[in-house]
């Protein structure tokens, strides 16, 4: 196949797919030219999630009559004049491809008047070619109208996803600029509703509680510092507080939303090891001198570079360090015990914990083996397991034999620890059931079945009103029907509000437990996909018994029944250990017999 240049046209909708790939790009693109002509006011107008239309108003100060043809053009800006000027850039735009690569793939329109002119400029524009021009007078400003974006791209509009997905995606967008401009005003409509409105706030914490209504719960530290090379303000929370915020970080580097790895690595060193796979909560504006800074990295113009990231790893990670020191100390309910005698010591109980786990770092990981047959019918009243050790009911009785009398016939099969653990006699030894973890998974594999069987849910008596965020009600519209055949069916109530009036079977949910819900739907990329077994799994954890409740005899029992009849009884959903098995080995050997 032999080379040939590209048609000019075929060249223009290639870039423009480059810089445009959604309705979010073209609201992010138009917000940033709304910025840079100074606006205090920025509306936003959506008609199918932007799919079919866009409309940005600002009151900046607009465009003058002899420029709005060479806007649209591409590479055409009032940004730079030499190449040397690219180092120095300050502003959101400065590539000038922004307007002329959303003309390109859509029908734009561009309504505008300088501040201080009499009249200002009506220009209609098709796939990238000037149709119309007249005067007009209006106030100071911008209105950008794009209509049936990539019409002439089918291909590239096939890939629109839904219309609550693709306005997510635009509230996201809003939100971040938001953030860093808390002295403009922001708002986002549609042809029946409000869906975001921000008013002016005279500092940018405000602003930010404004926007994550989840912050004025908990206690934000701030953090600041300032050098030559580089500025940060920004807040963090102190981990034991942050689990239901940690997808919701936000970095900023001289007002432009960026994804920085580097900055992302500093921010986790600065608070260390944190359980589990938890994500700290963050929100960082960072600034430098432009010349430090690289903003040309993509058209998107979402990444940048620092110049010296060595310096900003640890300049971050330092400061975050410092910001909870003295912020996260825990207060240990320590309770003075006897000690007791190994050889010739007295050991208390912390120092006897330490030592036992110094001396014998295998324990961990030998006593959470699987449970075989054997031990698991060893529990009383646990009946119908498969288990993989291929024991045989004869084999129980004759391993159950081994056990003191009186322990098997015992009125007391089941003891709670602390409210959040049930321990249990098996013929082996013991196992100690994670409560929580344990109703989680028998509630998950409830609901993968019920979306083949369409098993009855559970009515509410009184509907639970729940208050959302616009980006996480939008996510409830796109996932409405796949958590209605989970169990949960809730309709919209009011902006941002949603009704629920039923749930899944076995199940316990207040107000507060489907709003933390709805925040995990709408940080999980995979439930927004409609990924059922993902949303099986966050329904469940929050449907569980929670730690801390006190169970019957009867409960524990239930709960062990039903857990050992599942599928997969030895891990949630989410892959922690529901049980945990201690041998009689085990524990001769903790305690010196053997």
Known sequence: MSIRVLPPETAAKIAAGEV?????SVVKELIENSLDAGATRIEVYLEEGGK??????????????????LAVKRFATSKLETAEDLVRISSFGFRGEALGSIAEVSELSIETQKQGSES?????????????????VRMPGTTVTVSRLFFNLPARRAFLKSEPYERRLVLEVVRNYAICFNDVYFDVKGPKQTYACYQPQDDWITRLKEI???????????????????????????????????????????SRPVLYRAIFRAVLEGFGPQPGSQIPFFVLMLSSPPELLDANIHPAKTEVRYRDERFLFDYISQLVRKGLHGQTVANLDIVERPGFRRGSEWISEMDAKQ???????????????????TDVTGVKGVTGVTGTGGATSGEYRESADEHPKAF????????????????????????????????????????????????????????????????????????????????????????????????????????????ELFR?????????????????????CKAAVKAGRALSQAEMESLINRLFSCKNPY????????????????LDKRFGRI
């Not at 400029?121 to 005067?135: D, F, P, W």
């Not at 036992?356 to 770092?361: I, Q, R």
């Not at 009036?501 to 107000?511: N, V």
């Open 20 to 24: 445009i790939q959604r309705p979010s």
């Open 52 to 69: 079919s239309l866009i409309r940005v108003a600002d009151n900046g100060e607009g465009i003058a009559p002899h420029e709005v043809e």
């Open 120 to 136: 200002g400029i009506l220009m209609r524009v098709h796939a990238g070619k000037m149709v119309s021009r007249e005067e007009v």
């Open 212 to 254: 994550l209504p989840d912050l004025k719960n908990v206690e934000l530290i701030p953090i600041g510092a300032s050098h030559s090379q580089l500025s940060v303000k920004g807040v963090i929370v102190r981990p034991d507080q942050a689990r239901e915020l940690s997808r919701m970080q936000r970095t900023f580097f001289n």
């Open 355 to 373: 030592l036992s786990m110094d001396t014998n770092p295998s324990l961990q990981t030998r006593i959470e083996g699987t449970l075989d047959e």
């Open 408 to 515: 098997r016939e015992s009125q007391t099969s089941f003891w709670q620890l602390q409210n959040s653990y049930i321990l249990a006699q098996i013929a082996s030894g013991l196992v100690i059931v994670d409560q929580h973890a344990a109703h989680e998974r028998i509630l998950y594999e409830q609901m993968l079945e019920r979306l083949s069987s369409n098993s009855a849910k559970q009515p509410l008596l009184f509907p639970l009103i729940v208050e959302l965020t616009p980006e996480e009600f939008a996510t409830f519209e796109e996932i409405e029907s796949e958590l209605s055949e989970l169990g949960l069916d809730a309709e919209p109530f009011g902006p941002n509000q949603v009704m629920v009036e039923t749930l899944p079977a076995d199940s316990r949910m207040s107000a507060s437990d489907l709003r």
């Open 520 to 540: 995990e739907f709408n940080a999980t990329s995979e439930v927004k996909l409609g990924n059922r077994d993902r949303m099986a799994a966050l329904i469940s």
């Open 571 to 586: 891990f949630c959903p989410h892959g922690r250990p529901t049980v945990i098995k201690f041998t009689m080995d085990d």
